[in-house]
């Protein structure tokens, strides 16, 4: 088990059902992954929590989830030969150093006779099954969407029956014998939080029964996806991160909503379901263009002369811009371990447009702080925001965040919500404190610059800065 912490559609689980007479689940702990820069807080949680979920389930069939610790081929190699394991499946991920460790596994489990199989499983098409007429990857989102939807079209992948399957396999618990518990996040050095999200494979399927439930979310999630003060989301990244469901389910339960529905209903579904494909596209380009985990797709935008100020990192960080959506946004991811959507497309067009401050900063941060904190998606994200990936956006591109808080918070609900200080202003400055003239300030219990920042940056100025930064350094691509 890994990021595939769920009995039900887990493809790995199934096969490993199909192929043997008793299956015995594991999960590998790895102290040194844990304790590093590229895991924070609300992921470990997030995991953890979906672990105990597990195991708890587990355990009710009579069986245990082995947990593990420490060098995968040492612990895995053995376990397996500890309960005479002939054969260990897993289902792939396409995180370049996850592929450099399972080949390392893969050689030293065979090595001594023990067979291993992969699975596609996090991924509804995998990387090198939606290709180009020339059998080139796709670089471009919508012609990759189209293709993906034809295809799905023509050969849906249905859940598979992983739970059914196994549930008279499973060996018994006497057989495995005693196990370490559950960790803490604190055991390697996490702090906990009630406010951070928890995963189990029970609660997603009943928070996708909740979005998709007539009047749920999905309903309007066309228009509502966008509003950060509403609950117009499935809240399913973390789940999706963890494995606490499958992404089979996912598009088959959105499908089946579809049927008989309203053509409002089945144009949100859509829109959701685009949003699955996203992700499978983010999962492809990692894994046929390994070096964005690193480097700019694009190569000519590793020359932006990107800033080194480090003092308007932190005011970013600390939610002490001055804009009044990026600070609302970066309290949100601070104080939950999550963020709308949109507010992420935001607050990363800020880091990288307004304040010049390369993205991959932003990127390791959110990587730090977002219990859905996936490299695909992030980085991918991070870099459509900083028009340095596939697919990103013209380098001219650059919100807007006073117009972006007007339109999506218009009575600034949500600003109001994170930002206390901001609580009385008048909706006219709500998204522009700055703008208050001093007497509205006053009746406001808002000074800009003592109870609230005063901008950090002068967007007039910034744009001409980042124009001529993107200019400079894409000259040369665009001749």
């Given at each position: 088990?890994r990021?595939?912490?769920?009995?039900?559609?887990?493809v790995?689980?199934?096969?490993?059902?199909?192929?043997?007479?008793?299956v015995?689940?594991?999960?590998?702990?790895?102290?040194?992954l844990?304790?590093s820069?590229?895991?924070?807080?609300?992921l470990?949680?997030a995991?953890?929590?979906?672990?105990?979920?597990?195991?708890?389930?587990?355990?009710?069939?009579?069986?245990?989830?082995?947990?593990?610790?420490g060098?995968?081929?040492?612990?895995l190699t053995a376990?397996?030969?500890?309960?005479?394991?002939?054969?260990?499946?897993?289902?792939?991920?396409?995180?370049?150093?996850a592929?450099?460790r399972?080949?390392?596994?893969?050689?030293?489990?065979?090595?001594?006779?023990?067979?291993?199989?992969?699975?596609?499983?996090?991924?509804?098409?995998?990387a090198?099954?939606v290709?180009?007429?020339?059998?080139?990857?796709?670089?471009?989102?919508?012609p990759?969407?189209?293709?993906?939807?034809?295809?799905?079209?023509?050969?849906?992948?249905?859940?598979?029956q992983?739970?059914?399957?196994?549930?008279?396999?499973l060996?018994?618990?006497a057989?495995i014998?005693?196990t370490?518990?559950?960790p803490?996040?604190?055991?390697?050095g996490?702090?906990?939080?009630?406010?951070?999200?928890?995963?189990?494979?029970?609660?997603?399927?009943a928070?996708?029964?909740?979005?998709?439930?007539?009047g749920?979310?999905?309903?309007?999630y066309?228009?509502?996806?966008?509003?950060?003060?509403l609950e117009?989301?499935s809240?399913?990244?973390?789940d999706?991160r963890?494995?606490?469901?499958?992404?089979r389910?996912?598009?088959?339960?959105?499908r089946a909503?579809?049927?008989?529905?309203?053509?409002q209903?089945?144009?949100?579904?859509?829109?959701?379901?685009?949003?699955l494909?996203?992700?499978?596209?983010?999962?492809?380009?990692?894994?046929?263009f390994?070096?964005?985990?690193?480097?700019?797709?694009?190569?000519?935008?590793?020359?932006?002369?990107?800033r080194?100020?480090?003092?308007?990192?932190?005011?970013?960080?600390?939610?002490?811009?001055?804009?009044?959506i990026?600070?609302?946004?970066?309290?949100?991811?601070?104080?939950?371990?999550w963020?709308h959507?949109?507010l992420?497309?935001i607050?990363a067009?800020?880091?990288t447009?307004?304040?010049?401050?390369n993205w991959q900063?932003?990127?390791?941060?959110?990587?730090?702080?977002?219990?859905?904190?996936?490299?695909?998606?992030n980085?991918?994200?991070?870099?459509?925001?900083?028009?340095?990936?596939?697919?990103?956006?013209?380098?001219f591109?650059?919100?807007n965040?006073?117009?972006?808080?007007q339109?999506?918070?218009?009575?600034?609900?949500?600003?109001r919500?994170m930002?206390?200080?901001?609580?009385?202003?008048?909706?006219?400055?709500?998204?522009?404190?700055?703008?208050?003239?001093?007497?509205?300030?006053?009746?406001?219990g808002?000074?800009?610059?003592e109870?609230?920042p005063?901008?950090?940056?002068?967007?007039?100025?910034?744009?001409?800065?980042?124009?001529?930064?993107?200019?400079?350094?894409l000259?040369?691509?665009?001749?």
């Amino acid at each position: 088990m890994r990021r595939d912490l769920r009995l039900r559609d887990n493809v790995a689980l199934a096969e490993a059902a199909r192929a043997s007479d008793e299956v015995a689940l594991a999960f590998v702990l790895d102290p040194a992954l844990l304790r590093s820069e590229r895991m924070g807080a609300p992921l470990v949680q997030a995991f953890f929590s979906a672990l105990a979920a597990l195991r708890a389930e587990v355990r009710e069939r009579g069986s245990d989830l082995v947990l593990l610790e420490g060098d995968f081929a040492e612990q895995l190699t053995a376990f397996a030969r500890r309960i005479g394991a002939g054969a260990i499946f897993y289902n792939e991920d396409y995180d370049p150093e996850a592929r450099l460790r399972d080949k390392r596994v893969r050689a030293a489990l065979e090595a001594v006779g023990i067979a291993v199989h992969a699975s596609l499983d996090h991924v509804y098409f995998g990387a090198d099954e939606v290709r180009t007429e020339s059998g080139a990857p796709y670089k471009v989102f919508t012609p990759y969407k189209r293709h993906w939807l034809d295809q799905h079209a023509l050969a849906p992948r249905l859940p598979v029956q992983s739970n059914r399957a196994s549930a008279q396999k499973l060996l018994a618990s006497a057989e495995i014998g005693a196990t370490r518990e559950v960790p803490t996040p604190e055991a390697y050095g996490h702090a906990s939080s009630t406010a951070f999200p928890m995963c189990g494979e029970a609660e997603a399927r009943a928070r996708l029964d909740r979005f998709l439930a007539l009047g749920g979310a999905s309903d309007g999630y066309a228009v509502q996806r966008d509003i950060p003060a509403l609950e117009g989301t499935s809240r399913l990244s973390p789940d999706l991160r963890a494995g606490t469901i499958g992404i089979r389910t996912c598009v088959a339960r959105a499908r089946a909503a579809m049927e008989g529905a309203s053509s409002q209903r089945r144009a949100s579904l859509d829109v959701w379901i685009t949003e699955l494909v996203w992700r499978d596209f983010y999962q492809q380009i990692l894994r046929n263009f390994p070096h964005v985990a690193r480097a700019p797709f694009v190569a000519e935008t590793a020359a932006i002369p990107w800033r080194d100020d480090e003092a308007a990192f932190a005011a970013w960080c600390e939610a002490r811009t001055g804009y009044p959506i990026v600070d609302a946004a970066m309290r949100q991811l601070n104080t939950t371990g999550w963020m709308h959507n949109r507010l992420r497309m935001i607050v990363a067009s800020f880091l990288t447009k307004d304040l010049l401050l390369n993205w991959q900063w932003g990127e390791r941060y959110f990587e730090r702080h977002l219990a859905d904190a996936d490299l695909a998606q992030n980085n991918g994200g991070w870099q459509w925001a900083a028009s340095t990936g596939t697919d990103a956006a013209p380098y001219f591109r650059i919100f807007n965040p006073v117009l972006q808080g007007q339109r999506f918070d218009p009575e600034g609900t949500f600003v109001r919500a994170m930002l206390p200080a901001l609580r009385s202003v008048p909706t006219k400055y709500v998204h522009a404190p700055w703008q208050m003239p001093p007497l509205v300030q006053r009746e406001a219990g808002c000074i800009v610059g003592e109870d609230y920042p005063a901008p950090i940056v002068d967007r007039a100025e910034t744009k001409a800065r980042v124009l001529a930064a993107f200019s400079a350094a894409l000259g040369r691509r665009e001749k």
